[in-house]
């Protein structure tokens, strides 16, 4: 061949189709194997009393037999018999190949397996008729190969490279699990003031007086009993029960005030507008991780959608009801709408903020104390459990001065992007881990 040193041979020079078949024995328990697809190695399917397989005659496997899925070699049918599978059996639909270990190891043919020398002799010949391949078909298909000693240093090259990979991998993983709670730091240490320490020092002014969060509660007050009244944006609700000190999870800072979420806004409030205005809709709220909702967006009258589906608005926050104990709660702020309205799944808790930074409380919904407290009141049987609304009204919320909340969304936002970037880096690093191990293939064979 053209490989230097290396020839090319015809597979019948290193293996042996071998016939074992065997009457199955009625009292006896059998072992049968399963070849998995795509090359992934043999495995155990079941065991099996010989009263309960019907086919009397079947074939009796080895360790360290090449076994061929007459049906299934096209797909990656074909691996070694592993030890522990010694003795089990496989139908006449397999095909059963001794190793001559004089002239070649197992070692080195499974990593022959794992490059697809083998696999686009099989892809190329099935263009006929025949889905299956017949046994002599296999032997006739070619392989490099060299001496023993060749192939050992080989085997332990790949091995080598193998372990590597393994670590790294490993490595790669912890990382961005690293990455993912150090998202959730940040997100918990922003709604308790710890990012904008320097920040609150610079700024007096803007967290006092006036701008104390306890008059921004007072300003939402009055202007969510007008909205009340003049737009029928909701029912009256009801007051929120007063927190207690036992009840605050931690202290905040100076400015700060606590409030219940429902003090922060409207939730689930009612769209009143024009029936002719055209709204988004969205059958299925598809949400995104970002700020902004991506939904299957149809542009619909509002006389069309207004029954029956959760509204919102431009800049209302949203959570998904089903899912908020899980790590990729869905949570967004709506953005984008067309002409700012729109309507879809009832699976929504929406909150229209009332002067708060709608960005502030997104930062809000997504810690994961928030979302453990909510998994916590879940009701409803298993697999289809909802937050019920009492938890986004009553769930204490740390409201930071008007001009904080905006410095804490930019913080955040920049650290989120920071790690976005590392996590990208990550994926890319384990991309390239995937392709040194082919090249080493490659190399290996490329003499």
């Given at each position: 061949g053209k490989m230097g040193e290396w020839k090319t041979v015809k597979l019948s020079e290193v293996l042996r189709h071998r016939k074992c078949n065997i009457q199955i024995n009625n009292d006896e328990e059998y072992s049968l194997c399963r070849v998995q697809l795509h090359r992934r190695g043999v495995v155990l399917r079941e065991k099996k009393m010989g009263s309960q397989i019907k086919t009397k005659k079947q074939q009796v496997c080895r360790a360290g037999d090449l076994v061929v899925a007459e049906m299934d070699a096209k797909f990656g049918g074909y691996g070694f018999i592993p030890d522990h599978l010694e003795s089990a059996i496989v139908s006449s639909h397999y095909y059963l190949y001794e190793l001559d270990k004089n002239k070649i190891t197992q070692e080195y043919f499974e990593i022959l397996i794992k490059t697809d020398f083998i696999q686009n002799q099989i892809e190329a010949k099935g263009s006929t008729n025949y889905s299956s391949i017949r046994a002599w078909e296999f032997l006739d298909y070619e392989i490099p190969l060299q001496s023993i000693a060749l192939q050992n240093s080989i085997t332990a090259k790949y091995v080598k490279h193998s372990r590597f990979k393994e670590d790294l991998g490993v490595e790669?993983?912890?990382?961005?699990?690293?990455?993912?709670?150090?998202?959730?730091?940040?997100?918990?240490?922003?709604?308790?003031?710890?990012?904008?320490?320097?920040?609150?020092?610079?700024?007096?002014?803007?967290?006092?007086?006036?701008?104390?969060?306890?008059?921004?509660?007072?300003?939402?007050?009055?202007?969510?009993?007008?909205?009340?009244?003049?737009?029928?944006?909701?029912?009256?609700?009801?007051?929120?029960?007063?927190?207690?000190?036992?009840?605050?999870?931690?202290?905040?800072?100076?400015?700060?005030?606590?409030?219940?979420?429902?003090?922060?806004?409207?939730?689930?409030?009612?769209?009143?507008?024009?029936?002719?205005?055209?709204?988004?809709?969205?059958?299925?709220?598809?949400?995104?991780?970002?700020?902004?909702?991506?939904?299957?967006?149809?542009?619909?009258?509002?006389?069309?959608?207004?029954?029956?589906?959760?509204?919102?608005?431009?800049?209302?926050?949203?959570?998904?009801?089903?899912?908020?104990?899980?790590?990729?709660?869905?949570?967004?702020?709506?953005?984008?709408?067309?002409?700012?309205?729109?309507?879809?799944?009832?699976?929504?808790?929406?909150?229209?903020?009332?002067?708060?930074?709608?960005?502030?409380?997104?930062?809000?919904?997504?810690?994961?104390?928030?979302?453990?407290?909510?998994?916590?009141?879940?009701?409803?049987?298993?697999?289809?459990?909802?937050?019920?609304?009492?938890?986004?009204?009553?769930?204490?919320?740390?409201?930071?001065?008007?001009?904080?909340?905006?410095?804490?969304?930019e913080r955040v936002d920049k650290l989120m992007s920071m790690i976005d970037e590392l996590e990208k880096q990550v994926s890319e690093r384990k991309e390239q881990l995937e392709m040194l191990m082919q090249s080493v293939l490659k190399e290996a064979f490329a003499r």
């Open positions: 790669l993983n912890t990382q961005l699990k690293y990455l993912s709670q150090l998202r959730q730091r940040i997100l918990q240490e922003a709604v308790e003031g710890k990012l904008t320490d320097e920040w609150r020092d610079k700024h007096p002014d803007l967290i006092s007086g006036e701008n104390h969060a306890s008059k921004l509660l007072e300003k939402i007050k009055t202007e969510k009993e007008r909205l009340t009244k003049n737009t029928k944006i909701t029912k009256k609700a009801k007051a929120l029960p007063p927190i207690s000190e036992e009840e605050k999870p931690f202290d905040v800072p100076v400015g700060w005030a606590w409030c219940r979420l429902g003090d922060s806004g409207v939730v689930n409030p009612r769209n009143y507008i024009d029936d002719d205005l055209e709204v988004s809709f969205s059958p299925m709220a598809l949400i995104s991780e970002k700020y902004g909702i991506r939904p299957m967006c149809e542009t619909k009258k509002w006389r069309n959608v207004k029954k029956g589906f959760t509204h919102f608005a431009e800049n209302d926050v949203a959570i998904a009801k089903i899912t908020p104990c899980f790590e990729n709660s869905k949570a967004c702020v709506f953005e984008g709408l067309i002409n700012g309205y729109g309507a879809g799944t009832t699976e929504l808790h929406v909150l229209r903020p009332i002067i708060i930074n709608e960005k502030y409380i997104y930062i809000f919904v997504k810690t994961s104390s928030f979302l453990a407290d909510g998994e916590k009141k879940m009701t409803g049987v298993c697999g289809q459990k909802r937050v019920p609304v009492d938890y986004f009204l009553n769930a204490l919320f740390p409201l930071a001065p008007l001009a904080e909340q905006q410095a804490i969304v």
